[in-house]
């Protein structure tokens, strides 16, 4: 399979603490990408990293990309109640489709 | 500029009917791809439309049918609805068609009863 996964399933935090949610892929990328869902609506781009980039920020968001690994983390620093959401990572190849694992829950409480 | 619309944004069909929904891109963007997410899962690749030609298709059953307009904008067709079609559809809309940021409009929620 070629979608990535998102791990864990599911996280609580406090506002004010940091959330960190894991994405694995089984094959080699052109790029990998970090969508946010607030329940039932549309997904919203988050971060686009390259296979040659390792560390990308913008604003409170983090992500990491371990390529010998096959991995990559989205670091949120600082969780607001507003960052509840699920996150999606999307490996993308040399294909036109993006493809999309279970995603991470977040619930961040006030 | 106004994002990626889709309509409509709630839809009740019955089984065995024929649904279709619409989608505008943002301006400028002559790629359009469709995805189904049914509850609790990850969205799944349906169709993608670039310059209103077919550029990719999911693993989705011929029942399932994409046009893009000159003005870029597409629909998505279903017949002969089934109950497992019942998912939210969302369309999202890119500037090339590969490896890019794509753009997501709010989805359109269709139940088949």
């Known amino acids: 399979s070629q979608q990535g996964e998102e791990d864990p399933q599911a996280l609580s935090i406090q506002e004010g603490e940091n959330a960190t949610m894991n994405c694995s892929y089984k094959t080699s990328i052109n790029n990998l990408q970090w969508y946010r869902q607030n329940s039932g609506r549309g997904l919203v781009h988050l971060i686009l990293?390259?296979?040659?980039?390792r560390e990308k920020h913008s604003g409170r968001l983090r992500v990491t990309l371990d390529t010998s690994k096959k991995s990559s983390s989205l670091l949120i620093t600082a969780s607001r109640a507003a960052d509840t959401a699920s996150y999606f990572c999307?490996?993308?190849?040399?294909?036109?489709?993006?493809?999309f694992g279970t995603g991470t829950r977040l619930q961040v409480f006030p | 500029d106004a994002g990626v619309t889709q309509s409509p944004t709630h839809l009740i069909k019955t089984r065995g009917q024929q649904v279709t929904l619409r989608c505008s891109p943002i301006s400028g963007h002559k790629s359009v791809s469709w995805y189904q997410q049914v509850l609790g899962q990850g969205p799944q690749f349906i169709f993608q439309?670039?310059?209103?030609?077919?550029?990719g298709r999911g693993n989705f059953p011929d029942r399932f049918s994409a046009r893009q307009f000159p003005n870029y904008s597409s629909e998505l067709n279903v017949n002969a609805l089934l109950l497992g079609d019942s998912a939210l559809y969302l369309c999202?809309?890119?500037?090339?068609?590969?490896?890019?940021?794509?753009?997501f409009g709010q989805g359109t929620r269709l139940t088949v009863v």
């Open positions: 999307a490996p993308t190849y040399n294909t036109d489709k993006l493809i």
């Open positions: 990293i390259r296979s040659n980039e």
């Open positions: 999202a809309s890119e500037q090339g068609y590969m490896n890019t940021e794509a753009f």
């Open positions: 439309y670039y310059e209103k030609e077919e550029r």
